[in-house]
């Protein structure tokens, strides 16, 4: 079926290739804002890490008092106009779903929301239409565009494209690049995310410094903010991301017995028929509990279906009565941080 495929990568090659020209040669208009904005993307169709970095830049801005504004386009949420909620945000009315902001929106409101934060998390679908409202409405210092590295109608100051040890060679529909490898010259900085990873094979960029990065795991955590003290009893996982393997290696790191590893699509919006697969499974096994991703687990959390629900359903039970937990992890800098952090030190002399 791949081969048959191949045929569609290269027209989807020569389309990439035109439209890269255009804006190289400056044929098709690039917006340039008043804020300062930095990119962060790939050019995989998703697993790569791109939030996690853009949390990580982020909360290093927002450290230094920095008025800053995330935007992303809200992947599969329901709801396609622009959507906005500030950091701290309180939620009692159950305003803030995965329907309206999606997964990944969540994740960042809810990692980012501390004290002193000044920021805000918008998510549209039309990245310059969401960046030109947010320039001119909020006045903000910086915006982060998550996922804008293809996204090239948009100036950004910094430009940072992340990529995994193992990457595709074929663009989409035969495989999930977006674009070819050798187009990561032209970002400002290329991130390499090793994950969990202990030894990853070396990729080449040539005359471009790497910025090495992993994920730090910290600890599983429940619906109540519990955290899970027995983290090596046989459990059933579950995640919709888009490198299911990834989590099944950080089980592994940790010596957990799965029972059961259930995987789903990427940005996986769960039906009944999947919380009562997920229950049934746990069941079976006989497991102590049930892991799944952050990113998994608010979309069933931050769901409409539990926060304006009247009574009880299969997704509250699966939060509230049954051990489930996820693991919450960062992206820490292994090698080269200096380049990343001196270069937005610069940026930020000018705000």
Request: hydrophobic share 40%; net charge positive; aromatic share 10%.
């Amino acid at each position: 079926m791949k081969l048959l495929l191949i045929p569609l990568s290269y027209l989807f090659r020569l389309i990439v290739f035109i439209r890269n020209i255009l804006y190289n040669k400056e044929l098709l208009n690039i917006k340039e804002l008043s804020a300062k904005v930095i990119s962060v993307g790939n050019i995989a169709a998703g697993g790569t890490g791109k939030t996690p970095l853009v949390e990580l830049i982020a909360d290093y801005i927002l450290e230094r008092g920095k008025f800053v504004v995330i935007i992303l386009r809200g992947y599969k949420r329901e709801h396609d106009d622009i959507k906005v909620v500030e950091l701290g945000f309180d939620n009692a009315k159950g305003e803030l779903n995965s329907e309206n902001f999606g997964d990944e929106g969540i994740i960042l409101f809810e990692n980012l929301s501390k004290k002193n934060a000044k920021g805000l998390i918008i998510v549209g679908d039309d990245k310059t239409k969401t960046a030109k409202f947010s320039n001119s409405k909020f006045k903000p210092e910086i915006i982060i565009i998550d996922d804008g590295f293809q996204h090239r109608k948009l100036y950004r100051d910094i430009d940072i494209v992340i990529i995994n040890p193992h990457s595709d060679k074929h663009l989409l529909p035969a495989g999930n690049l977006r674009e070819p490898l050798r187009n990561i010259s032209r970002a400002d900085f290329i991130v390499i995310n090793n994950k969990f990873e202990k030894n990853p094979p070396m990729i080449n960029t040539k005359h471009k410094q790497k910025i090495i990065c992993s994920y730090n795991f910290e600890r599983f955590y429940n619906a109540k903010g519990e955290s899970l003290a027995q983290e090596q009893a046989e459990t059933v996982a579950f995640c919709g991301v888009g490198e299911p393997d990834s989590f099944k290696t950080l089980l592994s790191e940790l010596g957990i017995k799965v029972n059961d590893f259930i995987k789903f699509p990427d940005h996986h919006s769960f039906g009944i028929g999947d919380i009562e697969r997920i229950i049934d499974s746990f069941e079976k096994t006989k497991s102590k509990f049930i892991l799944t991703t952050q990113k998994d687990f608010v979309r069933i959390k931050n769901s409409e279906l539990v926060l304006k629900a009247s009574g009880d359903n299969v997704y509250k039970r699966l939060l509230f009565n049954y051990p489930l937990y996820y693991a919450k992890i960062k992206m820490q800098i292994e090698k080269n941080s200096e380049l990343l952090f001196n270069e937005i030190d610069n940026l930020l002399r000018f705000v």
